[in-house]
């Protein structure tokens, strides 16, 4: 692992004007053990004050907001999503703090046996690892982080070296909480840094890629500690001829475009029925064409620059590989350089297929590949024709037949008549299929579970043999 600085670029203007400094392996060692010690009172403590401290950050974070925001734009060169980012986690937290005292409730029971009885307990992991990538920079570094401080874990967190800005003003809020200090705290640095937090940690979180979650499952099962992966997706839409198409274009567009197509959970791919497939394509490029680009300013439209240089060279690369193999652009197409950033217009592809990276890879940008199909199952069979399987999106007049398609399709999370909506809704279950993810639900009230290990009193209560013991004589 190295400590030399890393510089970290600046997506709306392309200068490198940020520094972060790795913590060297010998510190970060020292910080793991500072935490795991800390953490055996935060565990005694108990729920209510665990609650108490997480509110506390809050309040701390909320009356430094706009830090928080200013710090999250220089980050990711967006707005509205940052806002978005900043009241879900605020959510996040009030939902958990009024959650988990029921969750974490401990339990007697009867059981087969009269005169034996169970009295289940639950123990939380010492120190959660938290390693999160950059698209939804605040989101992404807490949204396990928040269940597992409550279960009673302490954490560490090692954000992307892409956007590491909003840590700073996330610190200054916890420096105002020293309990929660004790038990938590980012580390700055790139992959290095937390592939070595691997080895100092009792169980991991980790939202990235799929390349990476390999490493770090692999790094996790050699130490024999849980690991928690959630990585790419290629989401499919299925719009069926039934469907509503004013709302279908809509909420597709939505989910594809959204924080320029830089979510997991992006519309990437759209199975439209043929019958219906010209009018869909054409209201859709409609409103693709209304959206602006935020640039010159940041309040200037909806759609933000590429937040990771290496991004827009996969969305160009997708773009020339479907173009020359015969994809149709209707719109936008391609990314340009303004102001030292690097932009793409909502871009809608006809004429595609599964031979083009563009329907088969991730590509994280604001496209939106159109293909038709005439029977319901060719649309089923090429939505599951992928290595992802996050979360997808049906379209029908009847939520009975949108439901009969969505049972079929191979992932997690499928948005009836909507799209996207685990981006907004944290309460449904679900697990990644594919190469997608591994390990529990991190939605859901369950999530908090995976922080603990259970724990069983099998307790004798009369005072005879049993009657399975060797007899006394
Ligand atoms: P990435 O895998 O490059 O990096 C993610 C994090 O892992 C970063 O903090 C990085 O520094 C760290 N890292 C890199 N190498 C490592 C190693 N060897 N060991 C340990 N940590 C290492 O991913 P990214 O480019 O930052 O993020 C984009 C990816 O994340 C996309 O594939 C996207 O779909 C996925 N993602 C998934 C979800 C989900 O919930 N499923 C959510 C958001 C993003």
């Known amino acids: 692992m190295t400590n030399k600085s890393i510089e970290v670029r600046n997506p709306r203007t392309g200068k490198f004007d940020y520094v972060i400094i790795p913590p060297p392996p010998k510190l970060l060692a020292q910080q793991c053990n500072r935490l795991r010690r800390a953490q055996v009172h935060w565990q005694q403590m108990g729920i209510e004050k665990r609650i108490a401290a997480l509110q506390q950050w809050k309040q701390a974070i909320l009356s430094t907001r706009d830090r928080l925001t200013e710090a999250l734009v220089n980050d990711t060169g967006r707005l509205s999503t940052s806002e978005l980012e900043i009241d879900s986690f605020v959510a996040s937290i009030d939902r958990w703090c009024k959650i988990a005292p029921d969750l974490l409730q401990e339990s007697a029971k009867n059981t087969t046996i009269p005169f034996i009885a169970l009295q289940q307990t639950a123990v939380p992991?010492?120190?959660?690892?938290?390693?999160?990538?950059?698209?939804?920079?605040?989101?992404?570094?807490?949204?396990?982080?928040?269940?597992?401080?409550?279960?009673?874990?302490?954490?560490?967190?090692?954000?992307?070296?892409?956007?590491?800005?909003?840590?700073?003003?996330?610190?200054?809020?916890?420096?105002?909480?020293?309990?929660?200090?004790?038990?938590?705290?980012?580390?700055?640095?790139a992959g290095a840094t937390g592939y070595a937090l691997i080895e100092y940690v009792d169980l991991v979180c980790f939202t990235g890629s799929v390349a990476t979650g390999r490493k770090v499952a692999e790094a996790a099962a050699r130490n024999f500690i849980p690991a928690f992966v959630e990585l790419g997706g290629k989401d499919p839409a299925i719009v069926l001829e039934s469907a509503n198409l004013e709302l279908a274009t809509s909420a597709i567009l939505w989910g594809a475009v959204v924080n320029t197509g830089q979510s997991c959970l992006s519309i990437e791919r759209i199975y439209v029925a043929e019958s219906i497939f010209d009018k869909f394509v054409e209201k859709l490029v409609l409103k693709a064409q209304r959206l602006k680009l935020a640039h010159p300013t940041?309040?200037?439209?909806?759609?933000?620059?590429?937040?990771?240089?290496?991004?827009?060279?996969?969305?160009?690369?997708?773009?020339?590989?479907?173009?020359?193999?015969?994809?149709?652009?209707?719109?936008?197409?391609?990314?340009e350089e303004l102001g030292g950033g690097?932009?793409?217009?909502?871009?809608?592809?006809?004429?595609?297929?599964?031979?083009?990276?563009?329907?088969?890879?991730?590509?994280?940008?604001?496209?939106?590949?159109?293909?038709?199909?005439?029977q319901v199952e060719e649309a089923i069979n090429l939505a599951n024709d992928s290595i992802y399987g996050l979360s997808a999106a049906v379209f029908a007049e009847s939520e009975e037949s949108a439901i009969e398609v969505a049972q079929q399709i191979d992932a997690g999370a499928i948005s009836i008549n909507d799209a996207g909506l685990t981006a907004l809704m944290h309460e449904g279950e679900k697990n990644a299929f594919k190469f997608s993810g591994l390990g529990g639900s991190r939605m859901g009230s369950a999530a908090i579970k995976r922080f603990m290990r259970k724990k069983a009193f099998l307790i004798k209560t009369n005072s005879t043999n049993d009657p399975w013991w060797f007899a006394d004589e």
């Open 125 to 189: 992991y010492p120190l959660v690892g938290v390693i999160s990538p950059w698209n939804f920079p605040l989101l992404l570094s807490t949204i396990d982080t928040i269940p597992a401080l409550l279960a009673g874990c302490a954490a560490i967190v090692k954000p992307s070296e892409i956007t590491p800005r909003f840590v700073a003003p996330l610190i200054n809020a916890l420096n105002t909480v020293p309990k929660l200090r004790e038990v938590l705290t980012f580390v700055e640095g």
């Open 298 to 335: 940041v309040e200037s439209g909806d759609i933000g620059p590429i937040i990771a240089e290496k991004q827009a060279a996969i969305i160009s690369d997708h773009l020339l590989d479907a173009v020359e193999k015969g994809a149709v652009i209707h719109c936008g197409g391609q990314v």
């Open 342 to 374: 690097w932009w793409c217009r909502p871009t809608v592809l006809t004429q595609v297929n599964h031979s083009m990276k563009i329907m088969t890879e991730e590509t994280f940008g604001p496209i939106m590949p159109v293909m038709a199909f005439s």
